[in-house]
């Protein structure tokens, strides 16, 4: 059996999905590599199939319902939740692992990483349009405290490129900031998709 479970999330990805699993053939000796697909109508699951473990279509779309059911199908003890579409630019990282280190908070643009038996004690990720990565690290956080590696990941830029580093930065904040005012996550996701303030 396999230590870790890489679990990634996709829904129409074939633009990218081959470069994407292409630097993680070397870990496949340790990992198994899940994606738990969303319904996407691309060429997604043809283009992947070579590059990881298993390929399981979703009944429901949501990164966190997807996510869910990836780590219910992982042997691994360790799950790794990886976005295929993560937003983290190389000019934010520093900002970003200082954000994790002060908050203790993480998202899935940052790789996150969870003993299986600690995931499956706070329930899993909240099937939730948005916030599913922060209300998971908050739970995980009464069970002990976090834990961030230095190396920083690399991700696609396609949403900082199309809105901006700045104009990004501040819409993640606001949303976050209205998530815990109370906006509801379905409402959030909205916001998100348009990349804009209400």
Known sequence: MKKYAIIIPTLNEAQGIVAFLEPLQSLRMQCE????????TDAT?????????????????????Q????????????LIFLHADTFLPESASFMMNWRSRL???ATGDQAIFVSKSSFDAVGAYPEIALMEDIVLS??????TAPYCIQQTVQSSARRWESFGIGRTILLMWYLRL??????PPKELAALYRQGRFK
């Open 45 to 65: 699951a043809s283009l992947a199939q070579a590059s990881i473990d298993l390929f399981l279509t979703c009944d429901k779309k949501g990164r966190a319902s």
């Open 33 to 40: 590599i899940i994606i738990a697909d969303g319904g996407s």
């Open 67 to 78: 996510m869910n059911q990836g780590a219910k199908h992982a042997s691994a003890e360790i």
């Open 138 to 143: 908050k739970q995980l956080k009464k069970i």
């Open 103 to 105: 908050s203790g908070i």
């Open 178 to 183: 209205r998530y815990f005012l109370g906006t």
